[in-house]
């Protein structure tokens, strides 16, 4: 036998149930037609996004250059679309160390860079930008995220290369570092901007040298020194030819010189002894007339009156020439008739 089964019957509950069903009802019908419309003709524009519509046909089918903001906006189903885009900063790294890794932005390899002596240095750069122009990025690179592949990657890989690829790799610690990221900077900023999007900032947050680093650049110093002596030898030797030159040069100007002041004073000699012979043979000319002369008197003076008494002086002072050791005299000794006579 089967237990009998008892029903619970409630007026009170029954009409709540039934009110229930009728207000449910109510609200499907009323809010329906609301959910619907708000499906078919509104959207929704985080505060994080700018949104750009596109038209499917009509007069003014296409993309319209007007932006739209944050909020509920205007979405005719079939007939409009409202596109977003993200209107914060976005980023993309190059790095190659996994821990900077991220789910939230693009990561790539880090950039290689050859530097102008020869040494490859890996870096590590941060692409900091915003989507300035939504209509322009449209334009030409479609919806999606096809303007970080053209633009972004397209542009920062060879202007990183190109700029910091002109210094040495010790310069990576020095002030020519920082010039040259500032000129990237600005490369990036042009062509940026040239595609619809606005540069925040770059950072060049690592670079990492290859392990042989400090070998090759030892073997790299080594080198450059040999080059530097070389060519300071070279220098040397072209300044002592130059030397020798100019030394030889002033030897030969000396020599001839020294030719000339010789000449000259051989030639002043010559003329100096010239004149000592026009002058001594002119005095000897003048004594031999003179003593002519004076010869030619006394014969004159012999042949006059006192020749006798000038006779007999010379006489006399010829016999005192003659005399040797001391003479005495007691008489007159100009008295020569008397001192003959005597004799």
Do not use: W
Not at 210 to 219: G, K, R, S
Not at 230 to 254: F, M, P, S, Y
């Amino acid at each position: 036998m089967e237990s009998p089964r008892f029903g619970m019957y409630s007026p009170l509950l029954n009409r709540i149930r039934g009110s229930g069903l009728r207000a449910g009802c109510l609200a499907l019908l009323i809010l329906g037609p609301i959910l619907f419309l708000r499906t078919c003709t509104m959207c929704y524009v985080a505060p994080d996004q700018i949104g750009i519509r596109q038209i499917s046909f009509g007069p003014g089918r296409g993309l319209q250059k007007e932006l739209v903001g944050s909020g509920y906006r205007r979405e005719l189903y079939g007939y409009e679309s409202v596109r977003t885009f993200p209107r914060d900063v976005q980023v993309v790294e190059f790095t190659n160390n996994p821990t900077e890794g991220s789910s939230l932005h693009r990561v790539l390899s880090s950039i290689n860079v050859p530097t102008v002596d020869g040494y490859p240095v890996s870096i590590d750069v941060s692409v900091l930008y915003r989507i300035a122009n939504p209509y322009l990025v449209v334009s030409k690179f479609g919806f999606g995220k096809g303007y970080e592949d053209n633009v972004v990657i397209r542009f920062t890989d060879p202007i990183v290369k190109h700029h910091l690829g002109e210094l040495r790799a010790e310069e990576f610690y020095r002030e020519a570092r920082l010039a040259k990221v500032r000129d990237l900077k600005t490369e990036l900023t042009q062509r940026f901007a040239e595609n619809g999007l606005a540069l925040a900032d770059v950072f060049v947050r690592q670079y990492d040298y290859p392990a042989t680093f400090q070998q090759l650049t030892e073997q790299k110093k080594i080198q450059d020194q040999s080059v530097l002596t070389n060519k300071a030898l070279t220098k040397q030797a072209e300044v002592q030819t130059r030397l020798n030159q100019v030394t030889a040069e002033g030897q030969n100007l000396i020599n001839v010189k020294a030719a000339e002041y010789q000449a000259q004073i051989t030639e002043i000699g010559a003329q100096r002894d010239l004149y000592e012979r026009q002058k001594k043979a002119e005095a000897d000319l003048l004594v031999k007339s003179a003593e002519a002369s004076g010869t030619e008197q006394i014969n004159r003076a012999m042949e006059g009156a006192g020749s006798d008494k000038l006779l007999r002086l010379r006489k006399g002072l010829a016999i005192l020439n003659g005399i040797k050791g001391p003479i005495y005299i007691n008489e007159d000794p100009t008295d020569v008739g008397k001192i003959v006579g005597h004799k």
